[in-house]
């Protein structure tokens, strides 16, 4: 699901990343503990969540994520959009609560897994 998509399901609104808008996510986690991000991290990995801190992206930069989705309509200051401008990680945000975007996404196809 391209970066896009998940905008456009959302109702979100980009807050740093228009030119990322054409990348894939292949997978999505939604939490607000970045300690369970990292133990159930995949590949090209969308990250939903409500926690609004520069640890978050620290976290994303350490994982493969390509976007950053803050739920709620949480706003990130401006620390976090400087963070995602130098990390290359698109930032977004939606006015869903974490569990109806997660479930939002779900439905469109993205998975939390890749089955192999």
Known sequence: MRVSD???ALDGKVCFGEDKLNEVCLTACGC????DALAFSKARMC???GLTN???VRTAEMLDVVAIVFVRGKQPSA?????AEETGIAIL????????ACGILYSCGLPGRIKV
């Not at 620390?79 to 963070?83: D, F, P, S, W």
């Not at 945000?93 to 109806?100: G, I, K």
């Open 32 to 35: 607000d503990l970045m300690s």
């Open 6 to 8: 998940i905008m456009e």
């Open 93 to 100: 945000r939606t006015d869903h609560t974490l569990y109806e």
């Open 47 to 49: 990250l939903l969540t």
């Open 54 to 56: 520069t640890q978050v």
């Open 79 to 83: 620390e976090i959009l400087a963070l």
